[in-house]
């Protein structure tokens, strides 16, 4: 079946560095794509929309300039984290509608643990 | 969107059935509901999706009652492997593609 991928698995930073998490569609094309970040218990927060050829949509409360959105081709996102701290250690996680499913059907990345020392 | 409340945790033990109810009181005629479940460290899977009655496929069943306020998830004869975080979301069929709001989700733990 379809398959979403994300790169780097895990990463672990300098606080102060930019960091680039990938999030790839395999066998199908995403105009669509979304962001969620995850802390430990806790459950999934949408963080942004991001969408091909335009700009992204972020959700109330999520810096648009420290949570960099680029859609550039339809079967890649990017978010780049940028001057990371260590509160901005968590699960990221992307996610693209299934484009053969139902309503709200979506397939998930496996998700990439941030770490910023 | 429609909020959804949900246990926040439930035990089982191997072999037997789990229900799993949701309540979502202001459901919309527009909205269907749709269960995820999410191991640790990965991200979530889709289950099953439902607007009334039952929906059925080879890992779960999802039924809906007639008000549609509320609907359970019920997987037959859990294994330890069926330990994980589920969540019932609540979105229009104009979402379709769409963002979806988790809630707080149930943390099901499956035990020997």
């Known amino acids: 079946g379809a398959v979403v991928s994300q790169h780097p698995s895990r990463v672990i930073c300098k606080s102060g560095t930019s960091v680039k998490i990938e999030c790839r569609s395999l066998?199908?094309?995403?105009?669509?794509m979304f962001w969620y970040r995850q802390f430990p218990k806790q459950s999934l927060m949408l963080m942004a929309t991001s969408n091909e050829g335009s700009k992204a949509t972020y959700e109330q409360g999520v810096e648009k300039d420290k949570f960099l959105i680029n859609h550039a081709s339809l079967t890649l996102s990017t978010l780049t984290v940028t001057s990371a701290h260590p509160e901005d250690s968590s699960f990221y996680i992307c996610?693209?509608?299934?484009?053969?499913?139902?309503?709200?059907?979506?397939?998930f990345g496996p998700g990439t643990r941030l770490t910023v020392l | 969107l429609a909020k959804t409340t949900q246990p926040i945790s439930m035990d089982s033990y191997e072999g037997q059935e789990v229900n799993i109810t949701c309540s979502h009181n202001n459901i919309a005629t527009n909205d269907y509901i749709t269960w995820y479940q999410q191991f640790p460290s990965q991200g979530p899977r889709f289950i099953i999706q439902g607007y009334k009655t039952k929906v059925t496929n080879e890992v779960a069943s999802l039924f809906i009652p007639a008000d549609r306020k509320s609907s359970t998830l019920s997987l037959p004869r859990v294994s330890l492997s069926d330990t994980a975080v589920y969540y019932c979301?609540?979105?229009?069929?104009?979402?379709?593609?769409?963002?979806?709001?988790f809630g707080q989700g149930t943390e099901l733990s499956v035990k020997p």
């Open positions: 996610s693209a509608p299934n484009p053969r499913g139902g309503y709200n059907e979506q397939f």
């Open positions: 979301l609540v979105a229009s069929i104009y979402n379709q593609g769409g963002k979806l709001i």
């Open positions: 066998d199908f094309q995403a105009t669509t």
